[in-house]
């Protein structure tokens, strides 16, 4: 935090940053532009231009491995063996990391982009510029705000509250806040965003800007955590109420799951909330992700490193028919025409081995250039990342309605989840098709024979998430909150990541698992320690939390 509280005093020129434009050398040193602060935000152009690097550069840091390397290999989704990120698939981080570090900074960059547009366009702005416009751009600045807080606050725990980075330029030693105090925070700019922010239908392909439905949707995600049930399932309802968003492909035959991830159908229907990286090819202005996760070849770009492999656990999550795997997995022998489309197409090699689980993952890996129009490069596709999407707004639903219990029969908690599935190729959700039985209830008509209604349960929503989302960095912090807000005991989430096989196998024909990956973990590494460099340079980061002064 203390490298982006050092350069804040050039912050303030945020507004000439554009999406396709912006360089990571910007942030180090002083811009050599005329335009200040004083002769900038004259227009409506200007003052929406303020937030767009907020979009993009700000998280390269978080998507480019730091950021899955927490939520993926920590959670057992993936494994990789890169010495950099090993550490969070079998739990031995120090506070020495490159990627924590890495989280961290980029994270709080965010918060201190967000914080020079909210404390300096209201004092800087032309009178002229309609209030409307100023609000929307600072209802923007507030949900990244509140975006980078709840990654924060699900890595680290307490973290400091800053509201005016300015204010810690001299002395950026502060303590953390209570992690209530940093949900309350995170409201407190959601509701904000959500009253200034424009609604839009996104109909087709949007502008990829937020709107007050993205602010619902991320709202209700907030309250599902702090188990504010009724709240969330009120922000839920709102979004789908609102008509805003719709789930990709399912008024679209020819459209499936996996059509969500290419750079074609960046910012479709059910994009709430996304990273807007440039097309350029240019390293640190495009999408990281690819680079790391595709099989080699892939990309034709040098790039293609397979840090990232799919964990067995995770591969046997996938029932028959289920479309996501293929778009989310790639398993010896699939098929993909989207990549090498000038040759016909890809088939994932029968002997590809990555990290000793036969598997790759597709999700976020678009191909080479010439499979995206001519956009992207090395380490820089251009295809958007999701950081939240319409289909978990109708798991939030779900859960929900559930309002904590460990099982529901409430046919709209059903109906939720189900919408889900059937756009996955798969049936409604009923005993048949789960692991597990329930006693059958007595029967409606005498001599009838009984019948066990459609049921759901809580492992129903988790796993379902878990098929979802993956690789989208979320099942971490969903074992995180499993037991419970803010707790330190975390029992579920222990014996489930205890039963994870998170191991390789053997290179025979039919694979030989060596059935030696499983881990066990204790309540203290669910949050990960501050980096070292932050606590030499602001010890108060161990002391115990401070009780926020709200304003």
């Known amino acids: 935090m203390r490298k982006q509280i050092k350069f804040l005093t050039t912050i303030a020129v945020l507004s000439v940053i554009t999406i396709s434009g912006c360089k990571k050398s910007f942030f180090d040193r002083t811009p050599q532009s005329a335009i200040t602060i004083d ?23 978080w998507c480019g491995k730091s ?28 506070s020495g990391n490159s990627q924590l570090e890495s989280a961290w900074n980029a994270l709080f960059t965010v918060v201190a982009q967000a914080n020079a547009v909210i404390n300096t366009l209201p004092v800087k702005v032309d009178p002229g510029v309609d209030k409307a416009v100023v609000n929307n751009a600072l209802g923007e600045a507030r949900l990244w705000r509140a975006l980078a807080y709840f990654h924060l606050v699900r890595t680290f725990g307490p973290v400091p509250i800053i509201e005016n980075s300015a204010d810690y330029i001299k002395d ?43 602010a619902s949707a991320l709202l209700s995600k907030v309250y599902l955590y702090m188990q504010d049930y009724t709240n969330a399932r009120l922000e839920a309802q709102k979004v789908i109420s609102s008509g805003e968003f719709k789930l990709y492909g399912t008024d679209i035959t020819s459209k499936t799951y996996n059509d969500l991830f290419l750079t074609e159908n960046n910012n479709n229907e059910e994009s709430v909330i996304a990273l807007q990286w440039a097309k350029t090819g240019n390293y640190g202005e495009g999408n990281p992700q690819q680079a790391a996760f595709a099989f080699n070849g892939i990309t034709t770009t040098g790039d293609g490193y397979s840090l990232l492999a799919p964990t067995y656990d995770l591969q046997d999550l996938y029932q028959s028919g289920d479309k996501r795997r293929k778009a989310t997995i790639m398993l010896p022998g699939d098929f993909y025409p989207e990549i090498n489309k000038v040759n016909g197409g890809y088939t994932f090699p029968l002997t590809a081995n990555p990290a000793d689980v036969h598997a790759a993952v597709k999700k976020y890996v678009v191909g080479s250039p010439a499979d995206n129009g001519g956009f992207g490069g090395r380490q820089a596709a251009a295809n958007n990342t999701y950081m939240m999407r319409y289909s978990e707004v109708y798991l939030i639903l779900a859960e929900a309605i559930m309002n904590g219990a460990s099982a529901s029969t409430d ?40 019948q066990t209604p459609a049921r759901l ?53 039919v694979p030989k698992r060596y059935g030696n990956g499983y881990v066990t973990i204790t309540n203290k590494d669910f949050y990960f320690l501050y980096p070292a460099a932050e606590t030499n340079a602001n010890p108060k980061l161990l002391l115990p939390p401070v009780p926020y002064a709200f304003k």
């Open 172 to 214: 950026y030693q502060v303590n953390t806040a209570p992690i209530p105090d940093i949900y309350k925070f995170m409201v407190n700019d959601l509701k904000f965003a959500e009253a200034n922010l424009t609604p839009m239908i996104r109909s087709g392909y949007g502008t990829g800007r937020l709107s007050s439905g993205s």
């Open 67 to 94: 950021g899955w390397a927490i939520t993926d290999l920590a959670a057992g989704n993936g494994k990789g063996s890169s010495s950099d990120i090993v550490n969070f698939f079998n739990f031995s981080v120090t």
């Open 457 to 509: 349960i809580v492992d129903d929503i988790l796993n379902e998430r878990r098929r979802e989302l993956a690789f989208e960095n979320d099942f971490w912090f969903d074992l995180g909150r499993l037991d419970g807000f803010n707790t330190t005991n975390h029992p579920r989430a222990i014996a489930l990541i205890a039963q994870q096989d998170r191991g390789g196998a053997n290179n025979d024909v």
């Open 411 to 450: 046919g709209a908690a059903l109906s939720a989840i189900n919408k889900v599935r059937n756009r996955a190729g798969l049936g409604d959700l009923t005993i048949i098709n789960r692991n597990y039985t329930v006693p059958n209830p007595a029967a409606a008509v005498a001599g009838a024979p009984a």
């Open 39 to 61: 002769n900038y935000y004259k227009s409506v152009s200007e003052v929406q231009a303020t937030t767009n690097a907020l979009y993009s550069v700000t998280w390269f840091g």
